[in-house]
């Protein structure tokens, strides 16, 4: 009688003698692009990434041109990349890569966490904006997350930006009369994502009149004047929902 561990040794290799049968899938890894200036910081990120199982680094850039060509050609799942490179910024390296490949996951990962630069990868499209003090193993869970869909930003590069934004207190809540509709949420998220009113009209379905007297009215709700701030408050309502997630550092 065969031992329990030649059965089941057996069963499980039994699919190779049935013409009929498949066998398993094995998960893939994901695909990522490394985009930093510096090639220290670049062999480091490797090494985090090469051991962790789920994550392989297909490739590396130091500059914006490099980005969008490597980006084009290895079609990576997704691109961790810095914000400031030599010959431009990653934020336009993002929206041209995303004009041509809009399944490509962008998540930035930088020292600079100024108003403007947030807001600036929101509009150009990226699923993401960390700040390097971020842990290891927080770093290999964003990655992952961004490449099953979700969107990831750094709480302090948030909160830095919403209070620059949109002074006063951070639990100050709309009146029940402020609340937003479900089309003004959507024309909010298309804001949000960088839209212009002729964009969202022809989304929706509006005129462009229309969308423009909407936002009037959006803008009189948040008690705000500018498209960036609407931005920002997407951000903060969509983190406040959990749409987005919120990595924490390693402890």
Not at 10 to 16: D, F, H, I
Not at 65 to 78: F, H, I, Q, T
Request: aromatic share 4%.
């Amino acid at each position: 009688m065969p031992t329990r561990e030649h059965t089941t040794t057996t069963a499980r290799l039994s699919w190779k003698a049935d013409p009929g049968s498949k066998p398993p899938v094995k998960e893939q890894l994901i695909r990522l692009l490394l985009v930093d200036d510096h090639e220290v910081v670049r062999l480091g990120l490797r090494a985090l990434f090469n051991r962790t199982g789920t994550v392989r680094v297909v490739g590396e850039a130091g500059t914006m041109e490099s980005a969008v060509a490597e980006a084009l050609r290895l079609k990576p799942d997704v691109i961790l990349m810095d914000v400031r490179l030599p010959d431009g910024d990653g934020i336009e390296a993002c929206r041209d890569i995303r004009a041509e490949c809009p399944d490509i996951r962008v998540l930035f990962l930088t020292s600079y966490s100024d108003e403007a630069a947030v807001l600036s990868t929101i509009f150009a499209g990226a699923a993401g904006f960390l700040l390097k003090e971020i842990g290891g193993s927080a770093l290999v869970q964003a990655v992952e997350a961004v490449a099953r869909g979700q969107s990831i930003f750094a709480p302090a590069a948030i909160q830095r930006m919403i209070a620059q934004m949109h002074p006063g207190s951070p639990d100050e809540k709309p009146s029940p009369d402020d609340a937003l509709s479900a089309r003004d949420e959507r024309i909010l998220a298309l804001v949000a994502e960088g839209k212009t009113n002729k964009e969202i009209a022809a989304e929706l379905g509006l005129s462009d009149k229309t969308i423009k007297n909407l936002l009037s009215v959006i803008f009189q709700k948040l008690q705000i004047s500018r498209r960036s701030q609407a931005a920002a408050l997407f951000v903060r309502r969509a983190a406040s929902q959990g749409a987005l997630g919120f990595p924490e550092k390693d402890k």
